[in-house]
């Protein structure tokens, strides 16, 4: 997906207003978009959630070896799903195998349990457009909710939302919910390496020090549809915390670009500059 220049500050040339005409045109174009499913004895789930999902361009699958038939349910009910089978070693390393998987301008991560209502996706899909390279759900800022989080884990969750703000320098409201979309581009720099359910920790705070540029968004988390969760808090909790210590040894944001990078009065010269030409050559 391109950008418009004026993200990167990057210097205007002449017949920028032209380009910025074009980047119009290019905004209004839909990016591809791959929802990314990590599946663990989902059968049942995925009944529901693969219907829900005709609007995405592509789906990866990355089922946990399940004795539940959900690879089958998968291939069946989204006959071209990528479909990859990998041991149950946690949600994290299947995350990663989606992520290599996929091909779309655009990943978006979403659970198999039904507890992520696919309505919301293209909510996420229009802040990558804004110019967001990472786009978390969030459950806690105004307009988000949950009907499934126990108050272990809204505690534990809260507090370790709390660290992140303090350690990473950010206002988030919400850091342990798999809602996210990204850019497919921005993937490698992530370097992501976690396993288990610190992945989307480890996805934010990197996206921070390689100085990406993030947004929240309201997201409402609905009940798990049936079977197990696969999370334990305590255990997660801490991978969570651990994560988050380990990536904070390097710089924090002292590279993130801002939105508009190029000061507007120096922009705002340019484009004058710009539009003096294109009517110099229209009147000549
Ligand atoms: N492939 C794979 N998927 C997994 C593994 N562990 C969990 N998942 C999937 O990751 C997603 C999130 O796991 P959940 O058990 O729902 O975790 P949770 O949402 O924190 O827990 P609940 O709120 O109780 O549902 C689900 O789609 C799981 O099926 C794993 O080891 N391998
Ligand atoms: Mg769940």
Same mark, same amino acid.
């Given at each position: ?20 005409? #074009? @980047? $119009? &045109? ?6 591809? /978009?791959?929802?990314?499913? %990590? !599946?663990?004895?989902? *059968? ?27 690879? #089958? @349910? $998968? &291939? ?6 990528? /479909?990859?089978?990998?041991? %149950? !070693?946690?949600?994290? *390393? ?12 655009v990943i978006v991560a979403i659970d198999a349990d039904g507890s992520m209502d696919?309505?919301?996706? #293209? ?75 610190e992945i989307e920790t480890e996805l934010c705070v ?79």
């Amino acid at each position: 997906m391109h950008e418009p220049e004026f993200l990167h500050g990057a210097g205007a040339r002449s017949g920028a207003l032209l380009q910025h005409l #074009d @980047v $119009a &045109r290019h905004r209004a174009t839909r990016p591809t /978009v791959t929802a990314v499913i %990590p !599946t663990l004895n989902e *059968a049942e789930n995925l009944r529901w959630l693969l219907p829900r999902l005709s609007g995405v361009d592509e789906v990866v699958v990355v089922d946990g070896e399940s004795a539940d038939g959900t690879a #089958d @349910v $998968a &291939r069946r009910l989204r006959p071209d799903a990528v /479909v990859i089978s990998r041991p %149950p !070693t946690g949600k994290g *390393a299947a995350m990663r195998a989606g992520f290599e998987a996929a091909t779309s301008d655009v990943i978006v991560a979403i659970d198999a349990d039904g507890s992520m209502d696919p309505r919301e996706i #293209d909510a996420f899909v229009a802040l990558i457009c804004c110019g967001f390279d990472v786009v978390k759900g969030s459950r806690y800022c105004v307009g988000g909710g949950s009907d499934d989080l126990t108050w272990l884990r809204r505690a534990g969750n809260l507090l370790l939302t709390r660290l992140a703000n303090v350690l990473y320098r950010v206002r988030w409201t919400d850091l342990c919910y798999g809602y996210i979309a990204l850019r497919r581009s921005v993937v490698d720099r992530l370097n992501l390496a976690a396993d288990g359910f610190e992945i989307e920790t480890e996805l934010c705070v990197n996206a921070v020090t390689t100085g990406l540029r993030i947004a929240e968004l309201p997201s409402h988390e609905l009940d798990r549809r049936s079977g197990v969760s696969k999370l334990n808090a305590g255990r997660d909790g801490l991978r969570v915390l651990r994560t988050m210590v380990r990536g904070r040894r390097g710089p924090v944001g002292g590279a993130r670009p801002r939105l508009r990078a190029t000061p507007a009065p120096e922009r705002a010269a340019r484009e004058r500059t710009a539009l003096e030409q294109v009517l110099e050559e229209a009147s000549g």
